[in-house]
């Protein structure tokens, strides 16, 4: 199979890797790149724990061929925060109990993300939309949704 | 309490939010092969031929072994422990594959190769000729004469049991009304967010490594090396992170396909991660049951005479099997008081994936069956639905006159009135008018009762391990397992109580080994608080013991009059005596004695205390739709005290939204001429989304249990229990329609209404 070279920009740093066309970007990140915060739970644009950021917007990555990210600005949960730091909703997801598993929380979190760099001030309609994508069995959504709204407050009071 | 009682945050938490939590598709391990499963395209019939010869030949196929190359014997699968009793084993019905095709995507031939897209190619080289059978779907089709054996000598019986207290003829002829009525439920899958995987190989010795994502580390072991013909002691499982479970991670399903298949190739890795549509049918499922109630009431509310039979349907293979539908006529027997029961039932094979263990166990069917018979009983007689129920509830002292337990703390008459309250019962019954709009809105309520493990019925026994290092924090070994209902939260909290020390100062070890971890049965059955709580509890205590027997030997007082707070060790006024590392660092370098503290605790239980609760539920039916929307929905539990506030709230959370989705939407649909499974997708199976969850209000009545650690009781499974009979009820008080069959969707209720002449 002819493999191509796949050029993007990943967590801010610039990356270059071989692809064949067939791939799929959740499997580049988790097989290739072995980013494996980004999870799979159906493979199939279903259930969103496989979202990521790509050009601003939150994606289910199985379903972007690799070659699609060429060029793009690609974030994955390894980016969010940083050494030592939390961004807001990390902190708020870790605060107000929105966690069990733990499987759908890196796509939930680049979904809420997502989200938050559009609005610090979405509306709980917005928020059910954003994260509509994003199955979570465990949690019933209920201390997610107040996360992401305890988050957006936490980024106005810094602004 | 210091740390007891307290929202403390999960120990998990940095990991998960870090996406640094590493599942079994996570882990990386060199020259890792891919494992496809070879599944059948028929419900019911055989294999009369298998050519896998062009899938061989493909290159980057390292293997492909059949039905005829794995041994010929079966084991069980379900997660119970082990008993030495023949008679109470699981129904050993599988083997590690099958040329006797008994579900739609049963396991023929597995293909290992280099990677997954080989391995995916080669199953589409594999050619395969049945003789087929018509497939059996329904309870009646199964036992009807001379229906096809799905396995021989069972006439597609599993079991049958039945139970029978009092004078049955002497109590019904006591009651001035007999009620009869008939509930079924629907098969729904647990859907944990990570689907089933595993990996194996064998290290340096030739021992069977099995990484797993599982809630019973030690109990996979065992039906490994039970498959495999192999002593237990020759395997050892690894379970990282897992993603949910709900039930169907208590039993063994992709484990010993992979420990025999590393066999195969001279002991190098292989993986099996199921597909979502794989898991849907491959794992378990919730088994459907129908159920047929006969109650015997005097005019004043008061039962006589109680009888259930239930029939359920168990798919292709046992797993859990019977012990599901037993399970339902025990607490169908704990909730509510008589003169007289009886209860039978029958669990049947069917051309439908496996049920086995899923939330609640037996309970949320049988809490729908018999919930919604006790509101229809009430509205009959004209009799208050709240009344009528605590009427009857069975009260504080009550003793299982089978299973010999005894309840010490019960909390459900408060859990109603707080229910009441908070979804303003009263004040909502008295405003209600007649209403005729295509919108109606109705009021529901249901209870439940749950036990906490399976005592008397099997083994309880949970291990824990503290070291304490030389800074005075502790290593904390359990062998029950974290699956994201926060037990390892909660045990750092309890160790912490007992010790004296900060939550932080609690390092817990949350991977299980089943070489280094102590012996736990697992996850499953609520047990963990209760059970495994205890043996933490014991551990902390032998350490405490030990630390301050040191200390008085430092320090020259009475180890009696010491304790520890806050990490140091204080005199009986509360005084600080000595930084608790001080002593530590002391227990592990003193030249004449050093002894590093340690304790390795196991816990066997003999008690097992009821947990109560009850969901209040408001709803609007749209008539012209057949679309129900919740409008308030509270879950009220007496689970005893509560260890974690934040962790329970989440459990309610989860729970509700599970019994919502029961309630309203979830259900597997098969093909009835072929058996083919139709919705095994998280498309066309509808879960819950963010878009349709309600506020979900959890409140508890925290009882004090004597029995417990901590006060503490069933929490993880009780939440899904009674949402399902509750909107059914207030679907009824909304429109005066009985729906008596699972999932309440609008199709359903569409149709009934258009039946009733509503619209
Ligand atoms: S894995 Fe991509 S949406 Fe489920
Ligand atoms: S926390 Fe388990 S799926 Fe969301």
């Known amino acids: ?159 | 309490m210091q740390s007891v009682g307290k929202s403390v945050r999960r120990v998990d938490a940095v990991a998960k939010v870090r996406g640094m939590a590493d599942y079994v598709d996570d882990i990386f391990v060199k020259d890792m092969l891919q494992v496809k499963v070879f599944r059948s395209t028929i419900a019911n019939g055989r294999v009369k031929k298998l050519d896998v010869s062009r899938a061989r030949a493909l290159p980057g196929v390292v293997v492909v072994v059949t039905y005829e190359d794995v041994p010929k014997h079966t084991f069980p699968t379900a997660g119970h422990p082990y008993n030495k009793d023949p008679k109470h084993q699981d129904v050993a019905d599988r083997r590690l594959l099958t040329d006797r095709v008994r579900f739609f995507g049963d396991e023929i031939a597995a293909v290992v190769a280099v990677d997954e897209l080989t391995a995916v190619k080669a199953l589409r080289l594999i050619d395969v000729e049945y003789e087929q059978y018509e497939p059996i779907l329904t309870a009646e089709a199964a036992l009807i004469d001379g229906a096809v054996e799905i396995h021989e000598g069972t006439k597609n019986i599993i079991a049958r049991s039945e139970y029978q207290l009092g004078d049955w003829e002497e109590a019904l002829a006591q009651a001035d009304e007999i009620f009869e009525d008939e509930f079924s439920t629907s098969t729904v899958q647990p859907c944990a967010l990570e689907n089933h995987g595993a990996y194996a190989y064998m290290d340096a010795s030739g021992r069977v490594v099995v990484c797993t994502s599982t809630q019973i580390p030690h109990i996979c072991r065992r039906v490994v090396g039970q498959a495999l013909g192999i002593p237990w002691g020759r395997v050892r499982v690894i379970k990282p992170c897992v993603g949910g479970g709900f039930g169907s991670k208590q039993d063994v399903v992709v484990e010993p396909l992979v420990a025999f298949l590393t066999t195969v190739v001279g002991g190098r890795p292989v993986k099996l991660v199921l597909t979502r549509e794989e898991t849907f049918i491959a794992s378990r499922v919730r088994h459907a049951i129908q159920f047929k109630l006969k109650t015997g009431v005097k005019k004043d509310g008061a039962i006589v005479a109680r009888q259930m039979t239930a029939v359920s349907l168990n798919g292709g293979y046992a797993s859990h099997g019977h012990a599901i539908v037993d399970n339902s006529g025990e607490k169908y027997r704990h909730l509510y008081d008589q003169l007289a029961i009886k209860f039978a039932a029958t669990t049947v094979y069917t051309n439908m994936p496996a049920a086995g263990a899923m939330r609640g166990y037996g309970i949320p069917q049988v809490m729908f069956a018999l919930d919604c018979h006790m509101e229809d009983i009430a509205r009959a007689l004209r009799l208050d639905p709240l009344d009528f129920r605590l009427k009857n509830l069975n009260k504080t002292g009550y003793t299982d006159p089978i299973l010999g337990i005894t309840v010490r703390s019960n909390g459900l008459p408060e859990c109603i009135a707080k229910g009441r309250r908070l979804i303003r019962w009263d004040e909502k019954k008295a405003a209600r008018r007649q209403q005729s709009g295509p919108k109606r809105r109705g009021l529901g309520m249901a209870c439940f009762c749950y036990t906490a493990g399976t005592y008397p019925l099997n083994l309880e026994i949970a291990g824990a391990r503290i070291v304490m290092n030389q800074d005075g924090s502790v290593q904390l070994q359990v062998g029950a397992v974290e699956m994201g209902q926060g037990s390892d939260t909660v045990f750092s909290q309890m160790a912490a109580e007992t010790l004296g020390i900060p939550v932080d100062m609690v390092h817990l070890i949350s991977e299980q080994d089943t070489e280094i971890t102590p012996f736990d049965t697992g996850a499953y059955a609520s047990r963990q608080t209760y059970i495994s709580g205890m043996a933490v509890k014991k551990a902390a205590a032998e350490i405490k013991d030990k630390v301050l027997r040191h200390c008085g030997l430092m320090t020259g007082i009475s180890p009696q009059s010491l304790d520890i707070a806050d990490a140091w060790v204080v005199d009986h006024k509360g005084a600080r005596v000595m930084p608790l590392a001080e002593v530590a660092l002391d227990g592990y370098y003193n030249l004449a004695c050093a002894a590093p503290f340690t304790a390795d605790v196991t816990n066997s239980a003999t008690t097992n205390p009821l947990s109560y609760g009850c969901t209040f539920a408001e709803v609007e039916v749209d008539l012209a739709t057949g679309k129900v929307k919740v409008l308030e929905i509270y879950n009220v539990h007496d689970s005893g005290k509560i260890i974690n506030p934040q962790l329970a709230e989440g459990q309610v959370h989860g729970g509700v939204s599970m019994g919502l989705g029961y309630a309203l939407y979830e259900q597997m649909i098969f093909d009835p001429a072929t058996g083919e499974p139709l919705n095994n997708n998280l498309l066309d199976y509808k879960l819950m989304t963010a878009a349709d969850t309600p506020e979900i209000g959890p409140a508890f009545v925290e009882t004090d249990e004597p029995t417990a650690p901590y006060g503490n009781k069933s929490m993880g499974e009780p939440p899904v229990m009674s949402p399902a009979p509750a909107v059914r009820n207030a679907i009824l008080d909304a429109t005066g329609v009985k729906f008596n069959q699972l999932p309440m969707n609008p199709h359903r209720l569409f149709e009934r209404f258009k039946a009733e002449g509503l619209i």
Do not use: W
């Not at chain 1, 692809?19 to 980004?38: A, F, H, N, Q, W």
């Not at chain 1, 793009?72 to 940083?82: D, H, L, Q, R």
């Not at chain 1, 807001?88 to 993300?113: R, W």
């Open chain 1, 1 to 159: 199979m002819s493999s191509k070279i796949l050029k993007f920009t990943l967590n801010g740093e610039p990356v270059e890797i071989a692809v064949s066309p067939e791939d799929m970007l959740v499997d580049v990140l988790r097989d290739k790149l072995e980013l494996t915060g980004t999870k799979k739970g159906c493979g199939k644009g279903e259930c969103g724990a496989c979202t990521i950021i790509m050009d601003g917007e939150a994606v289910n990555s199985c379903l972007v061929p690799a070659m699609k990210a060429m060029s793009a600005s690609v974030e994955t949960i390894e980016g969010i925060g940083g050494p030592g730091k939390f961004h807001p909703v990390q902190e708020t997801f870790m605060d107000l109990g929105a966690i069990q598993c733990g499987f759908c929380t890196p796509g939930m979190i680049m979904s809420s993300k997502a989200l938050l760099d559009k609005t610090t001030s979405p509306t709980s309609q917005e928020i059910k939309k954003a994260l509509a994508g994003n199955i979570c069995r465990c949690t019933g959504y209920v201390k997610i949704e107040e996360a992401v709204m305890a988050a957006a407050e936490k980024m106005r009071e810094k602004q």
